[in-house]
């Protein structure tokens, strides 16, 4: 037996990450067969979309921004037309003046066409930053909102969590949506101004445009398609990097890092995963300038046979020199919508394929909510029964409860024991209709959990869990949690004072309104068994007919778990109570302990009956007394 001091010098390099990769049915990239004409498809319905939610948040700015988009377009239309009027005044025969004062009209009208365009364009500008970030917003709480009504047991369905850190990526995607979707619309306005003014210069200039830039289309679908193929592949790793930087970095875990001296692993891990992640994007970087190589390459060919045939119809007569001229203006601005119109239709195609993401995943968290019954739920209940109640998790092979019967009733405190795996934390769940049984039935007075409505059921229990949340709330909220029964805090001192929490409340800065969040200006911190009194007081203060605590006093002194146990058994009367501990002294003050094991009772009875009946029970307490 050795110890760090002693060990030997020769020890092995710390592991690196575990493998992570995206598989099962999400895992084939979605762009993978993706070309120019499947952008070209996906466009409008990818516009539809983008207006239809920006249409939600803002009306007001879709129209100003639509009517900017016009006026922007015309324009255009207006300054090329009139161009070609000014430059075949300027390029005509007479004295510079006389040639001067012929074509002052047109380039007037040219100059408020351009003034006009400005404006648009700022207003347009302005429209954009009225939209997005309502839109950004709104896509966030709509996220936020679906990963909260999910079923509990989506948590533990394989691809659930990387899909959700997909849909993230669709979130942040928003805003870039509605940029790409402006500067896409605008530059197609552009393009069909610009389009019908060189199609009546000669109607071979148009055809030869499109060619050029089509080459500039297909690389900017080959370089999503590269790009998208990356975030694919480092999805896995990027969700396991976020979540291990936020237990690197929290304050709550900082002793236990640097007191076990994980600092230089977390860093050497952290970098590693980082590596990983980098080395897939540096990959990508030479096929992405590859084809932006090729494709440039073909496309300046395809405009210098533009610009080629231009000189030829100017010199041999077929075009007059003033048209010649306006076709060189009319060329470019024509070629710039067109470059526009792929660069940004492209771009909207990449990150629709992320909003798809974001949308797959809603679609998924919508059929994952619950879809039980209406049924209502008595505001006293005075039974619960479970009928051979059977719940398998996904993914495991062994159900976490297997065919459990049992009834509570109101004014009953049951205590659940049991050892590390043996179901009771997942009874608790079932009982509460947080899982829904596979098999069996879970039974409010008569009501199946499977069948009644889920909102009215949960408003009548009260949990304190094994992980409890210290919400980033004041001390008042983290007990009321934004659900406060009274205007005054009568209420919320009553079980701050039983819960043994009122010296403590009384010497925080603000008392009750004190954040209790010490990584915040003003915040204070508690400690655990504070925190734990604080969620025991939480249940107690919804005063509800059910009420499970599991672990309540696990992090607790003496005199707060005396505190606990005595307001759990004031208050049984009204209630049922249910008690999941390990801390076997803690069941004497239950009227029945429920004894599990590998997901089944095998023992119930009382504190007395238990203790002499020499089964499991009996062994936990003499191990319990043997330490």
Same mark, same amino acid.
């Given at each position: 037996?050795?110890?760090?001091?002693?060990?030997?010098?020769?020890?092995?390099?710390?592991?690196?990450?575990?493998?992570?990769?995206?598989?099962?049915?999400?895992?084939?990239?979605?762009?993978?067969?993706?070309?120019?004409?499947?952008?070209?498809?996906?466009?409008?319905?990818?516009?539809?979309?983008?207006?239809?939610?920006?249409?939600?948040?803002?009306?007001?700015?879709?129209?100003?921004?639509?009517?900017?988009?016009?006026?922007?377009?015309?324009?255009?239309?207006?300054?090329?037309?009139?161009?070609?009027?000014?430059?075949?005044?300027?390029?005509?025969?007479?004295?510079?003046?006389?040639?001067?004062?012929?074509?002052?009209?047109?380039?007037?009208?040219?100059?408020?066409?351009?003034?006009?365009?400005?404006?648009?364009?700022?207003?347009?500008?302005?429209?954009?930053?009225?939209?997005?970030?309502?839109?950004?917003?709104?896509?966030?709480?709509?996220?936020?909102?679906?990963?909260?009504?999910?079923?509990?047991?989506?948590?533990?369905?394989?691809?659930?969590?990387?899909?959700?850190? #997909?849909?993230?990526? =669709?979130?942040?995607?928003?805003?870039?949506?509605?940029?790409?979707?402006?500067?896409?619309?605008?530059?197609?306005?552009?393009?069909?101004?610009?389009?019908?003014?060189?199609?009546?210069?000669?109607?071979?200039?148009?055809?030869?445009?499109?060619?050029?830039?089509?080459?500039?289309?297909?690389?900017?679908?080959?370089?999503?398609?590269?790009?998208?193929?990356?975030?694919?592949?480092?999805?896995?790793?990027?969700?396991?990097?976020?979540?291990?930087?936020?237990?690197?970095?929290?304050?709550?875990?900082?002793?236990?890092?640097?007191?076990?001296?994980?600092?230089?692993?977390?860093?050497?891990?952290?970098?590693?995963?980082?590596?990983?992640?980098?080395?897939?994007?540096?990959?990508?970087?030479?096929?992405?300038?590859?084809?932006?190589?090729?494709?440039?390459?073909?496309?300046?060919?395809?405009?210098?046979?533009?610009?080629?045939?231009?000189?030829?119809?100017?010199?041999?007569?077929?075009? #007059?020199?003033?048209?010649?001229?306006?076709?060189?203006?009319?060329?470019?601005?024509?070629?710039?919508?067109?470059?526009?119109?792929?660069?940004?239709?492209?771009?909207?195609?990449?990150?629709?394929?992320?909003?798809?993401?974001?949308?797959?995943?809603?679609?998924?968290?919508?059929?994952?909510?619950?879809?039980?019954?209406?049924?209502?739920?008595?505001?006293?209940?005075?039974?619960?029964?479970?009928?051979?109640?059977?719940?398998?998790?996904?993914?495991?092979?062994?159900?976490?409860?297997?065919?459990?019967?049992?009834?509570?009733?109101?004014?009953?405190?049951?205590?659940?024991?049991?050892?590390?795996?043996?179901?009771?934390?997942?009874?608790?769940?079932?009982?509460?209709?947080?899982?829904?049984?596979?098999?069996?039935?879970?039974?409010?007075?008569?009501?199946?959990?499977?069948?009644?409505?889920?909102?009215?059921?949960?408003?009548?229990?009260?949990?304190?869990?094994?992980?409890?949340?210290?919400?980033?709330?004041?001390?008042?909220?983290?007990?009321?949690?934004?659900?406060?029964?009274?205007?005054?805090?009568?209420?919320?001192?009553?079980?701050?004072?039983?819960?043994?929490?009122?010296?403590?409340?009384?010497?925080?800065?603000?008392?009750?309104?004190?954040?209790?969040?010490?990584?915040?200006?003003?915040?204070?911190?508690?400690?655990?068994?504070?925190?734990?009194?604080?969620?025991?007081?939480?249940?107690?203060?919804?005063?509800?007919?059910?009420?499970?605590?599991?672990?309540?006093?696990?992090?607790?002194?003496?005199?707060?778990?005396?505190?606990?146990?005595?307001?759990?058994?004031?208050?049984?009367?009204?209630?049922?109570?249910?008690?999941?501990?390990?801390?076997?002294?803690?069941?004497?003050?239950?009227?029945?302990?429920?004894?599990?094991?590998?997901?089944?009772?095998?023992?119930?009875?009382?504190?007395?009956?238990?203790?002499? #009946? =020499?089964?499991?029970?009996?062994?936990?307490?003499?191990?319990?007394?043997?330490?």
């Amino acid at each position: 037996m050795t110890d760090a001091s002693t060990a030997h010098a020769k020890t092995p390099p710390p592991p690196p990450p575990a493998t992570i990769t995206f598989e099962g049915k999400f895992g084939k990239n979605p762009l993978a067969d993706a070309g120019f004409g499947a952008m070209c498809r996906r466009l409008p319905a990818v516009l539809g979309h983008t207006a239809r939610m920006a249409w939600a948040v803002d009306r007001t700015g879709v129209v100003l921004l639509l009517v900017c988009q016009v006026l922007t377009g015309v324009a255009a239309a207006v300054v090329l037309a009139f161009t070609a009027q000014a430059m075949t005044h300027i390029l005509a025969t007479g004295t510079v003046s006389e040639r001067l004062h012929a074509a002052l009209p047109a380039l007037i009208v040219v100059t408020a066409a351009a003034a006009v365009g400005r404006v648009s364009g700022a207003l347009s500008s302005y429209a954009d930053r009225r939209i997005t970030p309502l839109l950004t917003t709104e896509a966030d709480m709509v996220l936020v909102a679906a990963v909260c009504r999910v079923e509990s047991s989506a948590y533990g369905e394989d691809g659930f969590a990387d899909r959700q850190e #997909a849909a993230e990526v =669709g979130v942040t995607r928003t805003r870039m949506m509605v940029q790409d979707a402006q500067r896409f619309m605008s530059a197609l306005i552009r393009m069909v101004a610009a389009s019908g003014v060189i199609t009546a210069l000669h109607p071979l200039l148009l055809p030869l445009l499109l060619l050029a830039v089509l080459p500039a289309g297909t690389g900017a679908v080959l370089s999503a398609r590269v790009d998208y193929e990356t975030h694919y592949l480092n999805v896995g790793d990027r969700n396991v990097r976020s979540m291990m930087r936020w237990w690197a970095t929290y304050s709550r875990y900082g002793d236990e890092v640097r007191a076990n001296g994980m600092t230089g692993y977390l860093i050497y891990w952290y970098r590693a995963l980082s590596d990983r992640i980098d080395r897939r994007t540096v990959t990508a970087a030479p096929r992405m300038l590859r084809i932006a190589l090729a494709t440039s390459a073909l496309g300046g060919i395809f405009l210098l046979c533009t610009w080629a045939t231009l000189a030829w119809l100017a010199t041999t007569g077929r075009i #007059a020199l003033p048209v010649a001229a306006t076709a060189v203006v009319a060329v470019q601005t024509t070629l710039a919508a067109l470059s526009q119109c792929v660069i940004h239709g492209a771009a909207m195609f990449h990150t629709s394929l992320y909003l798809a993401d974001m949308r797959s995943f809603l679609d998924m968290a919508g059929e994952r909510a619950p879809k039980r019954g209406e049924s209502a739920v008595p505001e006293r209940v005075a039974e619960i029964r479970l009928d051979d109640v059977v719940y398998q998790y996904p993914g495991k092979e062994e159900p976490a409860v297997a065919g459990v019967s049992l009834t509570l009733r109101r004014g009953e405190i049951l205590a659940v024991v049991g050892e590390n795996g043996s179901g009771k934390s997942t009874l608790a769940k079932l009982i509460t209709g947080i899982l829904l049984a596979d098999k069996g039935r879970v039974l409010w007075d008569g009501i199946d959990l499977a069948e009644a409505d889920p909102d009215a059921l949960w408003k009548r229990t009260a949990l304190v869990p094994q992980g409890f949340a210290c919400w980033p709330l004041r001390a008042r909220e983290n007990i009321t949690l934004g659900q406060p029964r009274t205007y005054d805090d009568g209420p919320v001192w009553d079980v701050v004072d039983a819960v043994g929490m009122r010296e403590a409340i009384e010497k925080l800065p603000r008392q009750l309104d004190t954040l209790l969040a010490k990584e915040l200006w003003g915040g204070a911190e508690l400690s655990g068994g504070q925190w734990q009194r604080l969620v025991c007081g939480r249940a107690l203060y919804r005063r509800t007919p059910l009420l499970i605590l599991d672990e309540p006093t696990s992090q607790m002194d003496a005199r707060g778990e005396h505190a606990i146990f005595l307001e759990i058994k004031r208050i049984a009367a009204e209630r049922m109570t249910v008690v999941v501990t390990h801390q076997l002294e803690n069941t004497r003050l239950a009227d029945r302990i429920l004894v599990m094991d590998k997901g089944r009772i095998v023992e119930q009875g009382t504190y007395e009956e238990l203790t002499h #009946a =020499g089964g499991l029970f009996a062994e936990l307490v003499a191990l319990a007394q043997d330490r």
